[in-house]
Structures are given as C-alpha cells and as structure tokens.
C-alpha cells in the first residue's frame, strides 16, 4: 500500500530535507583530494545531530554509518572509512535524515578536483535523468512514466540502468512502498495522486548494467570496475506538481542543484 500524506506531514518531511540539503552541500564544501571519506562521515553526522535530527541510515539493518559514501566505480552503500579522495575521482554520496518523525533521502555525485570528459558526462545525464523522473511526478501519471523516463534520458545519453536497485516511497520510514524501477514501460503500474512521496534515484553505470556485492555486504560496484553516479531526491506529488522536498537555498547557492 502506498501512504500518502497530507500537506502538514510534507511540510514536516520538507524540514528534514532542508538538513539533508544542507548535510550534502557541507560534505560538498569538503570533498576534497586528501580527504577520507571517514572523516566526511563525521562531518556529517555532527552537522545532522547539531540540527535537531538523527542519520536514518545509521544502525539500519546493521549499517556502521551516517552516509553512505561510493566513490568511481562503487554504485551505491560504500561504507565510509579510509578511503583517501584523490583528484579525479567521483564520489556518490547518500543521506537520510529523521526529524520530527519523518524521514527524507538524497544523493549526490561529486566531482573531486577536475575529472575527465567522460565523468563529466555520466554525471549530466545521472541528472538528466533525476529531473526527467521528477517531471513526471504528477498526478494522474503512472509509476512507469517515471521508470520509463529514467530509463529513456539515460540509454539515450549511451549509459545503462542498474535494474537491480531501485527508488522507493518514503515517509516516516525509509523504505515504503511502491519500489520506483529506474526502467519500465510509460502507462504502466499504480496511478500517481496528491500526497504521495517517493525518493526518485537514478543509478546509471558508464559501462555495462550489472553489479556486485562486496564482502561487507553492503558496497555494491559495478560487475565491469565502470564508474557510475547516483543522484536522488524526495519528491512529493502535490496539486500543483512535483514538489522537490530535499532542495534549499543552501544547495543552490553551492551550486549543487541544477
């Protein structure tokens, strides 16, 4: 069952998404070659807590941290730790914030120092991608209009889907239904309405679409070492369109959103 929410409950998940935003634009400021993606872990995790909320994701099902952190070729989940960023790289980062009950969720993939042409543009068409899902939550669509825009800017732009990994509804838990496909056919699946929050996550790999877990059992890489990014935000469906609950003011300025 898909819960929706009223207005009340979204202006409550929009709060938490303005600390995520703000979460994600201070590791941003600090991603950096030398950095370990340990010691933006604790930057966040000061930062969320000195703002009222908790990690969601720390303690998750056993999961040791506040973000996730998954640089190059490490689609989604790396465990931060002592990783050292280096020019070059690319760095996904997740994170989930609890405050007042609810639960908001974004991603963002970082460019540390300068990277190549090539990163450049996986990381355009991730974005691509993000917004093209977003457009279509709307009322009165189906939840393959948003799998199947996903699916269509990224093959479009030459980059394959990961179709093992998907969006998903998210509200006072994490994790609600329905699971969002980064793939389908448009026309297909529940029809969206007012009230209805989903956390839209493209995860799109430069090279071929499958992947695999590591020993953690949490980092999951691309099967072919490609890069990949991921870029995600929660979005509610409302009367007047999609309205993106993890964008700020702060994340704009840092030129994070675009």
């Known amino acids: 069952m898909i819960i929706r929410k009223s207005a009340e409950e979204i202006d409550r998940m929009a709060r938490a998404g303005i600390v995520v935003a703000r979460a994600l634009a201070l590791v941003g400021e600090h ?22 909320g908790a990690p969601t994701f720390k303690g998750y ?3 040791p941290a ?9 689609v989604v989940h790396g465990i931060p730790g002592d990783y ?9 980062v997740d994170v989930g914030v609890t405050l007042d009950g609810f639960v908001a969720d974004s991603a963002y993939t970082f460019a540390i120092g300068e990277i190549g042409a ?16 977003i457009e279509q ?3 009165g669509n189906h939840l393959g209009d948003i799998s199947h825009a996903i699916q269509t800017a990224t093959e479009e732009a030459g980059f394959s889907v990961v179709r093992s990994l998907v969006g998903h509804g998210v509200g006072r838990a994490m994790h609600e239904e329905p699971q969002i496909p980064n793939f389908g056919e448009p026309g297909r699946g529940p029809a969206l309405a007012s009230g209805m929050v989903f956390a839209i996550e493209p995860m799109i790999n430069a090279g071929g ?27 509610a469906i409302t009367p007047e369109g999609p309205r993106i609950l ?13």
């Not at 499958?210 to 890069?227: C, G, N, P």
């Not at 993890?246 to 675009?258: H, M």
């Open 66 to 74: 506040s973000i996730c952190a998954s640089p190059n070729s490490v």
């Open 31 to 52: 991603a950096r070659p030398g950095v370990t993606t340990g010691e933006l872990d604790t930057l966040a995790e000061e930062f969320i807590r000195s703002s009222g």
């Open 137 to 139: 939550c709307r009322a």
């Open 84 to 92: 050292r960023l280096a020019e070059g790289d690319v760095l996904a």
């Open 246 to 258: 993890t964008a700020s003011e702060d994340r704009v300025e840092a030129g994070l959103l675009q």
């Open 61 to 63: 099902r056993g999961y």
């Open 118 to 133: 090539a990163a450049e543009r996986l990381l355009e068409a991730c974005r691509e991608a993000l917004h093209a899902g």
């Open 209 to 235: 679409a499958d992947v695999v877990v590591h020993d953690d059992r949490w980092s999951i890489s691309t099967a072919d070492e490609s890069l990949s990014a991921h870029f995600e935000h929660t979005v």
